[in-house]
């Protein structure tokens, strides 16, 4: 079975710093890749997508293949970015018939 | 365009009762999810609905089932509720396999 691991609950970084958000699966197949993130009062919400190659909120992960891994990584941190960040995988092209496996999640703080 | 919503938003039942919970998805979206968020185990996949038909379920016990309406509306049931069964529940819609998913509010269930 597929298994997500985001090894860090909680990551406190001051603003400007750098940011990376660790990210590790498990699964024997081509698996889609996504990072989901939740604002405080809101929605559980798309960031990116490993498909799509795009840089969001200048957040940008690279799938690799060879570490199955799927890091989040930001150059400079800003206030705004606080919030809880998951990584989920999909056996299929975007999670709808199979359901999205998520990781337990990393609280990001950051600090002024 | 309205997204994706969910009623009752809190919920509070007794062991042994059973309890439903609604999602109405964006207008369009034919694919329904259904995720259970709690503490301990982060968020899982419940099972997947698309157009009327159940394509993937989850490991969970049959107390745990659903359904969707031809207006794509869907609706899941917990039966003979456990302690355990405590939980934030969220539903996601999206449009066709490999859409993104777009994620309600979430009922929050409490079983006393």
């Known amino acids: 079975a597929q298994r997500v691991t985001q090894p860090e609950k909680l990551l406190s970084v001051f603003k400007g710093a750098p940011v990376e958000l660790k990210c590790n699966y498990s699964?024997?197949?081509?698996?889609?890749l996504f990072w989901y993130v939740q604002y405080s009062r809101q929605r559980l919400q798309l960031l990116l997508r490993?498909?799509s190659r795009e840089s969001i909120k200048g957040f940008t992960a690279d799938l690799n293949k060879g570490e199955t891994s799927f890091h989040l990584k930001k150059p400079f941190a800003q206030e705004e970015d606080s919030a809880m960040y998951y990584c989920?995988?999909?056996?299929?092209?975007?999670?709808?018939?199979?359901?999205?496996?998520f990781g337990k999640g990393t609280h990001l703080i950051i600090q002024p | 365009k309205a997204g994706v919503t969910q009623t009752p938003r809190y919920l509070i039942k007794t062991r042994g009762q059973q309890v439903t919970l609604s999602c109405s998805p964006i207008?369009?979206?034919?694919?329904v999810s259904w995720y259970q968020q709690t503490p301990g185990q982060g968020l899982q996949f419940l099972f997947e609905?698309?157009?009327?038909?159940?394509?993937n379920k989850g490991n969970f016990p049959g107390r745990f089932s659903g359904r969707q309406f031809s207006n794509s509306r869907s609706e899941m049931n917990v039966s003979t509720l456990e302690l355990g069964d405590s939980a934030l529940y969220l539903c996601?819609?999206?449009?066709?396999?490999?859409?993104?998913?777009?994620f309600g509010p979430g009922t929050r269930l409490t079983v006393l």
């Open positions: 609905y698309f157009s009327e038909t159940q394509r």
């Open positions: 996601a819609s999206s449009g066709q396999a490999g859409d993104e998913q777009f």
């Open positions: 699964y024997s197949g081509s698996p889609e």
């Open positions: 989920a995988l999909s056996r299929d092209s975007g999670g709808g018939a199979d359901g999205l496996t």
């Open positions: 490993h498909i």
């Open positions: 207008s369009g979206h034919r694919s």
